[in-house]
């Protein structure tokens, strides 16, 4: 069933997933998307599918840890947000970890697909839809916050669960969310994304390496390569045009999408 992903491991492995951990960071970095690339390489590795999905996971976590740092003023001025969001991060993001670990291999593979169809999707709407957060945000006004907040802790739990799963494209559903349940400030909604994202899939990492779903010989390398890769795209992240790094990822992401609608029968 999984011939077609397995192959020995071999140089070429190491190579072609040390690009895909760098590349995975450097997009994380700039515009997001790097599970894209890290997931089908590590299929293309010879990993099992959700092998392959928490070991990319766990290689691409420690480049978005290390964002809070940048955030931190803007985290501060929400403090009262930070801990419900953060517990309701956990709680969603170990319960997505959870049910891909008791997931069958088969079955988790074809949803594959339309994982990468939403993520892609996702992608493609976030012009759109982040001209209307801030259209929405310029009307609103500050100074008259209201954060309706059991509206955006539900939104959360399932953005969470979704990210602790798979969670490609989160990071937009993430900004939507905090934007219309009355998060105002731009900076702020960015500051919120990224310790909501990175507590889900933080404790989707401890979960993973808990159960042994990590491939370490891979991992470890991938985490290196991943970490140069997010210091180069924060570093040069005005020199690459957002313009075209994100058509090429929404390109990607339905490419990658395609192939495994037109390969579902050899799943």
Partial sequence: MYAA???PQTTSNYVLLSLAAFLGGLVNSVAGGGGFIAFPSLLKAGLLPIEA???GT???WPGQFTSIAGYREDVRKNIRLVLPVALVALIGGFTGAYTLLHNSQS???????????LGATSFAVSGPVSRAVRRRIEHRGHGHEHVALIPLLILLLCICYYIGYFGAGAGLLTMT??????VERL???????VVITTTANGIAVITFIIHGAVEWR??????IACAIGGYTGARNARRISDKILRPFIIALGFTVAI????HRNAL
Avoid: D, Q
């Fill in 5 to 7: 992903f397995l192959h």
């Fill in 53 to 55: 999905n928490a070991t």
């Fill in 58 to 60: 766990v290689a691409l």
């Fill in 107 to 117: 079955s988790f593979l074809r949803l594959v697909p339309y994982l990468f169809l």
């Fill in 177 to 182: 969310a905090l934007a219309f349940c009355g």
């Fill in 187 to 193: 900076a702020e909604i960015n500051a919120l994304k």
């Fill in 218 to 223: 891979f991992c470890w390398y991938m985490m």
């Fill in 259 to 262: 192939y495994f609608f037109l």
